[in-house]
């Protein structure tokens, strides 16, 4: 099964119908989505500033991320679920959105992002937890952070608009490929 054949079977569930239709619910679940983004960006903003030395310079790198993690981790964890309510709402339309997409490389980049600062740089804070200049790695780590964040919201923004819907033709080869088109052949 394809992809998109599983996002028309999903489409067609009881659920994914429910709530794309629901006067109350979509809004509910997609304005909870914002919510838990504005929580988790901006907690992630102000720990990715301090990498960058330009907040807090005074406060340990250590103490900033206690403090800030615990809500950061709770606003991951409703964007997650929400998002994919979201998705499940309208899976064929999101699918097929170049938007959508580029929203998916971004989380993926932001994900390795987040693994290489925990998984590597975080483990040494001891040498230079204080420091009000972080190691390169670890600024460069937090500018990327703040680039792909950027990224991701702008991108996930723009899914609401059809622009590039496949329904919408012709498009260019390179948009209906990007999205995903499944565009039948020109009648002879």
């Not at 990498?51 to 807090?56: Q, S």
């Not at 994919?84 to 899976?91: E, R, S």
């Amino acid at each position: 099964m394809s992809l998109l054949a599983f996002c028309e079977w999903l489409a067609a569930t009881e659920g994914s119908l429910a709530l794309h239709e629901s006067i109350y619910m979509y809004p509910i679940v997609e304005s909870s989505h914002v919510l838990a983004l504005t929580l988790f960006v901006g907690f992630a903003v102000i720990l990715d500033l301090r990498l960058l030395g330009l907040i807090l310079k005074q406060v340990p790198v250590s103490q900033v991320a206690d403090r800030l993690l615990p809500w950061t981790i709770g606003g991951f964890i409703v964007m997650n679920i929400t998002g994919v309510l979201l998705f499940y709402a309208i899976p064929v339309r999101t699918y097929q959105s170049i938007f959508f997409r580029a929203k998916v490389i971004f989380l993926i980049l932001a994900a390795l992002n987040v693994w290489f600062f925990h998984s590597r740089l975080y483990q040494r804070i001891a040498e230079w937890d204080h420091a009000i200049i972080t190691p390169r790695a670890a600024r460069r780590a937090g500018l990327a952070s703040l680039v792909l964040w950027g990224a991701i919201i702008v991108a996930g923004r723009m899914i609401a608009y059809n622009w590039f819907d496949c329904d919408i033709q012709p498009q260019p080869a390179f948009v209906n490929w990007a999205a995903g088109c499944v565009v039948p052949p020109p009648a002879p």
